[in-house]
Every structure is written in structure tokens, then in C-alpha cells.
């Protein structure tokens, strides 16, 4: 008898004699499954899928299984797929990321900055390169802005801020926030697209006071600024699509503990070899420190 039988038989609201009589298997069969002990196999892929099903819940659903492979693999052997056939049995599917739609506008009476990051999206350390970007969130007060901005060496969301009117005065206090926590050198590459909240004579004059070079996306080409967007549908998907916020305010306490606790301390991402960007700048640093 095999173990799905024995599930039936067990676990079916029906009395053990019709469930036999439909298997075609005798009642003591089913009598001394149930007294058997489980055997190595399926104890072992009992311990995986608890395994599997606590860090899924960690995460609250947001991992798919290369993610949770990483993790559970830290603590046993085991191939990306057992951790994928454990999340089929149990039924464990990941949010799924949706389509990008286009906040910002250019101004047409702007020059644009050229684009001098050419999709070159990996840096070997902090705060060399920045990718900027703003998005909209509906709340039942109406629509919020979220700018942010990335580094692309450690994928850190190193600013941040929520408005409810997308502007230049929000781009800034995001720009701003990553200044102060972070104090960049002199030739950083600051990235974004070439919308109006960037492309303003006083946000081009801040990155000209820090010393930041500035570099926009071409027309309408969205892969220009790839991890930015990223970033944002990550958000979108891990945080807001399944919330409805009263206002900015509730908004705003949302993304602070979801970038500050979780995105930036405790989500592991794929590009920087499944590490926080918390322990990979720690990371970082401690080679720094070895190498002087």
C-alpha cells in the first residue's frame, strides 16, 4: 500500500471499510501501516518540508525556491530540487513580480545627462554607483510616491522617501537620507531615468554640491535602469500588492520596516552571492580592513 493510500484511508472522512473496498486492499494492510513507523525517506522529507515551510513562512511567502534553497541548504544538504518538489507538495508558490508602469515624465525643456552607466549594473565597492527611481502607491487617501535609491554594489536601499506628490522635493530628501547615512566619495555615478524630478536644475545642482556625476537612461528604455526598477517591483510584490494603506503616514512605517528590517538586513539577493546587503557590506568591509 503506498503512502498516499495510507493517507486516505487515514485522514478521509469515510470508514476504513469502503476506503479498502475502493483500493482493493485489505483492512489489516491499512491497520498495520498505521502502526508502522515511517520509514528514513519519508522522515526525512517530512523534517524538509517543515524545514521548507518555515522559511517560506519567514519570509511571508515572498521566497521562490532558489531562495529557499539557500537557506535550508545552510543547515542541511539538500538539491534545489527537493526544496522545489517539497514546495509543490505543500502548495508553496512565491508572489510573482507584475508589470512595470512608468511614473515619471520628461520635461522637454531639459537637457538630459548622458548615460554614462551603460547597463554596467555591478561595482566591486559601496557607494561607486547609485540607481535612482520614483513609483506610485494607491492608499485610501490617494496616490503616494515612493523615490528611492540602490547601490549596485551591495544592492542596499541606501535612500529613501514617501510624498504624496511625486516632485523634486521628494527625489531629494531621498538623495539627501543616502548622503548622510552613507557620505560617499567624491565620482560617484548617480543613475536614474530622465524624468522631470531628475532632470531639474535643483536636483542636478545637489549632485553637482556632493560631487556626484550624473547619468540618465535613453528614451523609453526602461532596461537602462534595470535594478532600480527591480528594486521597486520587489517592493511592489513583496510588500504593497496585497496591503491597502489608510494614507502616506501608515505607508511610510510600512516600507521602513519592510527596507530597513527586512529588505536591507534579512532578504538575501541572487547578485551578490545570496547575502544580505547588510553582511555583504560587512563583508566588504572586513576584507578592506585585512587588505590595509
Same mark, same amino acid.
Given at each position: ?15 476504513? %471499510? ?65 526544496? %522545489? ?75 529613501? %522617501? ?115 546587503? %547588510? ?14
Amino acid at each position: 500500500m503506498t503512502a498516499d493510500m495510507h493517507h486516505i484511508a487515514t485522514e478521509a472522512n469515510a470508514p476504513v %471499510a469502503a476506503v479498502c473496498r475502493v483500493l482493493r486492499v485489505p483492512r489489516s494492510t491499512v491497520y498495520a501501516r498505521r502502526g508502522r513507523k515511517p520509514s528514513t525517506r519519508e522522515r526525512k522529507r517530512r523534517e524538509l518540508d517543515v524545514a521548507v515551510r518555515a522559511v517560506f513562512g519567514k519570509h511571508r511567502g515572498r521566497y521562490g525556491s532558489p531562495r529557499v534553497h539557500q537557506e535550508v541548504r545552510r543547515e542541511r544538504p539538500v538539491s534545489r530540487t527537493s526544496i %522545489a518538489a517539497s514546495m509543490r507538495r505543500q502548495r508553496l508558490v512565491a508572489a510573482r513580480p507584475k508589470r512595470f508602469r512608468r511614473t515619471t515624465e520628461a520635461d522637454p525643456s531639459k537637457v538630459p545627462a548622458p548615460n554614462l552607466l551603460q547597463r554596467n549594473f555591478h561595482r566591486d565597492r559601496p557607494n561607486q554607483a547609485w540607481v535612482g527611481d520614483i513609483t506610485a502607491i494607491w492608499t485610501q487617501a490617494g496616490w503616494a510616491y515612493l523615490a528611492l535609491l540602490v547601490d549596485l554594489c551591495t544592492r542596499r536601499i541606501v535612500g529613501w %522617501a514617501v510624498s504624496s506628490s511625486c516632485d523634486t522635493n521628494l527625489a531629494l530628501r531621498a538623495l539627501e537620507q543616502a548622503v548622510a547615512r552613507h557620505v560617499p566619495p567624491p565620482g560617484l555615478l548617480h543613475h536614474t531615468d530622465r524624468g522631470s524630478t531628475y532632470t531639474a536644475d535643483a536636483y542636478r545642482a545637489r549632485l553637482r554640491a556632493h560631487d556626484m556625476v550624473c547619468s540618465m537612461s535613453r528614451t523609453g528604455n526602461c532596461w537602462d535602469n534595470a535594478v532600480a526598477e527591480s528594486t521597486i517591483g520587489t517592493i511592489k510584490r513583496e510588500l504593497t500588492d496585497d496591503l491597502m494603506f489608510e494614507d502616506r503616514h501608515d505607508l511610510n512605517t510600512a516600507l521602513f520596516s519592510y527596507i530597513e528590517a527586512y529588505y536591507n538586513r534579512l532578504r538575501i539577493h541572487s547578485t551578490i552571492g545570496y547575502r544580505t546587503p %547588510a553582511h555583504y557590506e560587512q563583508l566588504l568591509a572586513a576584507q578592506e580592513s585585512c587588505a590595509a
